[in-house]
């Protein structure tokens, strides 16, 4: 059995509604990270995760922290939340232990995903907060890894409202519903319009805003590939992938070649 994705209109309904049928073509690759995501991998492990989220009592509106070093990262753990119903808060991954407690107290986050790279700080900002549990992208001590969310037995996901459910909490205190956050999809898609042939270089690195959200889920709802820079442009990495649309440093993308 695997968990049913949102309802039409939801970030994760547009985003991966054609993932299964596109099977084990790359959807992401996360250079810094180290991985290959295919669609049906994305799609499986999102859901799954969300599933487990919702076994251990995640709740419909809940904030969550999103504290990840790498872009396949935060697309797992954003998806993750947003499909389990909860709010997502990106922080960016320089952020202090002292800064990331006072954020997440401001927004009463009672979960924290993280990297095992970042683990240590996100420990001593959840010890400052209320944070209750840790779920962490790789084996880490005193986390919970998030490989144990996709053995729990599977559960429904719940029927959200694209308009009035949120998906984001950014760090400048704005909320995304998912319809704000597909809708900030359509603004980058203008002047590219993507194609299921696209190659995308991504150099945007995770942070607490949107873009980097917005891009990958907007790649992978288009069938189109993302290779995610982690912050820079690797040289000879266009020419090694093909790469026909890039990342600007004004939050827009562009054709190339």
């Given amino acids: 059995m695997k968990p049913a994705a949102s309802t039409t209109g939801t970030v994760i309904h547009e985003v991966f ?24 991998r ?12 919702v076994r251990r009592g995640a709740r419909r509106d809940q904030v969550v922290g999103v504290h990840v070093s790498t872009a396949g990262a935060q697309t797992l753990a954003v998806h993750t939340v947003v499909a389990a119903g909860g709010v997502a808060a990106p922080i960016d991954p320089g952020a202090g232990a002292y800064d ?20 240590e700080t996100a420990i001593l900002a959840a010890e400052e907060s209320r944070v209750r549990q840790i779920v962490s992208l790789g084996s880490a001590l005193d986390t919970i890894d ?4 996709l053995t729990l037995e599977p559960t429904a996901l719940p029927t959200l409202d694209a308009k009035r459910q949120d998906a984001l909490l950014l760090t400048d205190g704005s909320r995304l519903s998912h319809a704000g956050l597909l809708g900030r999809m359509a603004e980058l898609d203008l002047p590219v319009r993507l194609a299921e042939s696209d190659v995308v270089l991504a150099t945007w690195p995770p942070d607490g ?23 820079g442009d690797l040289p000879g990495t266009g020419h090694d992938f093909s790469v026909t649309v890039v990342t600007g440093p004004d939050g827009a993308l562009e054709r190339v070649g």
């Fill in 146 to 149: 998030f490989r144990a969310l």
């Fill in 209 to 231: 805003c949107a873009d980097l959200v917005a891009l990958v889920g907007l790649g992978v709802s288009k069938g189109a590939l993302v290779v995610a820079a982690g912050g």
């Fill in 100 to 119: 990331m407690a006072a954020w997440l107290r401001e927004c009463d986050a009672r979960l924290l995903i993280t990297t095992p790279d970042l683990a």
């Fill in 42 to 53: 994305l799609v499986t492990e999102v859901t799954r995760a969300a599933s487990g989220l």
């Fill in 17 to 40: 509604r054609r993932a299964y049928e596109r099977g084990d073509r790359p959807a992401l690759i996360d250079l810094r990270g180290g991985h290959v995501y295919g669609y049906r």
